[in-house]
């Protein structure tokens, strides 16, 4: 996926900082909570089908001079795939993903709510002036 220097930088932003609300929310959480993060902001940018590899390659997006691999694995595609399916079958969240076939997904359900989260959060960034650093920095 080819992602803006804006996007890139909200996304770094809201899944790296420690100066957002949510700092480097993606540590530390199972990965099936993690991938509930990935697909919130899929959602948001109007990414309705994706693969596995993009994924891989989303992980591999975060990383900055502040936010090195080992502090966030990139998970294997099997991985992935499971953990999706767990999550598509886990009530409690209400974001849901379909299989497509041949490591290609659809996402079939976001609670708006999460969105709105995200939102707020991405307001709060650029209020503060927090996401104009992201956009400046370059990847490792």
């Given at each position: 996926?080819?992602?803006?220097?804006?996007?890139?930088?909200?996304?770094?932003?809201?899944?790296?900082?420690t100066r957002s609300?949510?700092?480097k929310i993606l540590c530390l959480r199972m990965l099936k909570i993690q991938l509930g993060f990935v697909l919130i902001i899929f959602s948001h940018y109007n990414i309705k089908e994706f693969h596995?590899?993009?994924?891989k390659a989303?992980?591999?997006s975060l990383y900055t001079r502040h936010f090195k691999p080992e502090q966030l694995r990139?998970?294997?595609p099997a991985r992935?795939?499971?953990a999706l399916e767990q999550l598509d079958q886990d009530d409690r969240y209400h974001i849901n993903v379909r299989c497509l076939g041949e490591d290609r997904y659809q996402i079939t359900e976001v609670d708006p709510i999460y969105e709105d989260?995200?939102?707020?959060?991405?307001?709060?960034?650029?209020?503060?002036?927090?996401?104009?650093?992201?956009?400046?920095?370059?990847?490792?």
């Open positions: 996926m080819n992602w803006s220097n804006t996007q890139l930088a909200e996304i770094r932003y809201f899944c790296t900082s609300r949510t700092p596995l590899t993009d994924i989303f992980y591999k990139t998970p294997s992935i795939a499971k989260d995200y939102v707020n959060e991405l307001n709060y960034g650029y209020t503060k002036g927090y996401i104009q650093y992201f956009m400046e920095e370059q990847p490792c």
